[in-house]
């Protein structure tokens, strides 16, 4: 009888005890911070190996298409994507689908540019820009394909795109290297299919996105892929970096043991309370 | 007391936080029960995020690619916002036929993209996946474990795609095959739910650093 009550019980706890535990496992995880290592998994070292073979002055594209309402997915993996753009000396412009984006990815850029040692980068414009925000991404990538000028009249400050010193001898799509697409939304395949065929995909998504990802890495026409917040935290330990995906990979890691345990606990006590039920 | 002073709103920057805070807090708040904070910051939200969206349309959109042109000299874009607008005229019962003339431009042109796209997508795919399972002189090269894998996702690959033969009754090997292929996507459909887990999981993690970094500086 004993047995049964703390079974059934267990079944009746309150959702909100479980919210409880698992906000304070979160916040015990973030303030008291340990290095843990991370599994490279061959997609990231893939993103990893390719914007490592860049060369100093290559152009990238970042595609930044993400809201506030995945920032903590999506900052980390471009703040890491940026920082590693940086370290190899390669140019890059961003452009967003989404309007939030826009002024997000943009204030990103400048954190991380400004706190960069390579002093080129400190000045807006020079290495980097940023396009500002179109609505039609398939129009958007068909005419900056053919030309970049007439497709994105102005960057986000209000600049004429062939005064940007970023931008010169980029007449196209064609003149870049390789785009990156960092998402929560289905944007990838019209980047794989309406790009210049020169130009290399990489894709940094959410993880509900992730498993989107796969049949186009399958097919090499990815070139890599950074799974969220796991990603991020892959990528900064490819580069030896320490920011957000080390920061939050813990309290991660450990708020998902914690739901298993939930699960196999909720499932034993409805298994252990319908036996002891049989019995009686 | 130092701790106090920078804590407090007495800054811009520092009521921006408490803002965001305040915000966090409110639509955290369902989670303990239904509340008015919870709706009002809500409906804030949903309002705020669709004014936003408006700002960089008008400015970075209509400004950039259809004011800027038709003052310097391209008057033809002129006529861009009363042939959009022919759309309402979808409301109309006499003159609702004008709609589907701009209606059908759009489902031609998205046509015509979309088999573009139809093909850069899928083409290689189908290329990559006839995966060799047996060396011979054009894979020499092919390992027992890729040999394996390869093997694995070809049987995956036709036993779903046996499962979405619906034209006619499936029956014995086709049956057998259709229920593994059924199984593969119902264990895959398990991986994109633990992605999904992991996702939902990463935005709380962030909330909760914004709280105690941002907010309480205790990180």
Known sequence: ????????????VDRRILYLILFLNIAVFLMFPFKMPATITSPARGLYDAVDSLQPNDLVMISSNWSASTMAENQPQLEAIIKHLIRKGARFTLVSNEAQSRDLSKRIAVGVTQSSDNAEYHTYGQKWAHLGFVTDLIAAIRGMGSNLSEAVKQDVEGTPIDQLP?????????????????????????????????????????????????????????V????????????????????????????????????????????????MARRAQGEA | MEWLNDFLPLSLERMGIWIGAICTVALYSILYRENPAYRLFEHLFIG?????????????????????????????????????????FIYSEKYGWVSRIVIGVLIGASAGLFFQQFCSLYVPQIYASFKPIIPTGANEGLLASNAINNFIFIVVLLSVL????????????????????????????????????????????????????????QI
């Not at chain 2, 499936?170 to 887990?197: D, E, H, S």
């Open chain 1, 166 to 222: 970023v931008l010169q001898g980029a007449k196209s799509l064609k003149d870049y290297k390789m785009v990156i697409d960092v998402t929560p939304s289905g944007t990838l395949p019209y980047w794989i299919s309406y790009r210049p065929p020169n130009l290399i995909v990489g894709y940094a998504p959410t993880s509900v996105m992730a498993a989107e990802g796969f049949t186009y890495l399958d097919s090499k026409q990815l």
């Open chain 2, 48 to 88: 705020l995020a669709a004014g936003y969206s408006l700002g960089p349309l008008v400015g970075d959109i209509l400004y950039k690619y259809w004011y800027l042109p038709l003052t310097e000299g391209a008057w033809w874009w002129a006529f861009a916002v009363p042939f959009g607008m022919w759309l309402y």
């Open chain 2, 162 to 217: 046996t499962y979405f033969l619906f034209s006619f009754e499936q029956r014995g090997p086709v049956k057998r095959t259709a229920v593994l292929g059924r199984w593969m996507l119902m264990i895959a459909l398990g991986a994109i739910f633990g992605n999904t887990l992991m996702a939902r999981m990463a935005l709380l993690v962030g909330r909760v650093y914004y709280l105690l970094h941002d907010w309480l500086m």
């Open chain 1, 1 to 12: 009888m004993q047995q049964q009550n703390i079974w059934t019980k267990l079944i009746r």
């Open chain 1, 224 to 271: 890599g892929m950074i799974t969220g917040l796991k990603g991020a935290h892959e990528y900064e330990q490819l580069m030896g970096e320490t920011g957000l995906g080390h920061k939050f990979i813990n309290a991660i890691s450990f708020s998902h043991v914690l739901i298993l345990l939930f699960i196999g606990l909720g499932n034993l006590a409805m298994i």
